[in-house]
């Protein structure tokens, strides 16, 4: 009784959610209506994506290939991407524009009160 009930009530979700997608109305890349009030195709980027857009293309990239060793890594397109990889992009960045603890909040947020000592 149970397999039957089980078997039942698949047949019919199976039924209906064929005769939904069948259905041009039920899909919203064919929905004429639906898609001349939505805007999410024509959507720009945000000021944060445009934000690290502007980093990656005039900080990252120029200072990540300057170094050989990257350049000698990137030519190699069958490669797969390791995570040591970005460890290695990170320290020849960080390297390069002397992030240094003394420029850092690290400094001011350990000597707060409630947080740092």
């Not at 990540?64 to 992009?89: H, P, S, T």
Request: some cysteine; overall charge positive; proline content about 3%.
């Amino acid at each position: 009784m149970k397999n039957l009930t089980t078997m039942t009530m698949t047949i019919s979700i199976t039924i209906i959610m064929s005769a939904c997608s069948a259905s041009q109305a039920g899909n919203p890349s064919q929905n004429s209506a639906l898609n001349n009030i939505s805007a999410s195709h024509k959507e720009k980027s945000g000021a944060i994506q445009n934000s690290l857009d502007n980093w990656l293309q005039k900080e990252w990239t120029p200072t990540i290939e300057k170094n050989a060793r990257v350049k000698e890594k990137n030519l190699d397109k069958e490669r797969d991407f390791e995570i040591q990889e970005y460890i290695d992009k990170a320290v020849i960045y960080i390297k390069d524009n002397n992030n240094t603890y003394e420029n850092s909040h690290s400094k001011k947020i350990s000597s707060m009160p409630i947080i740092g000592k």
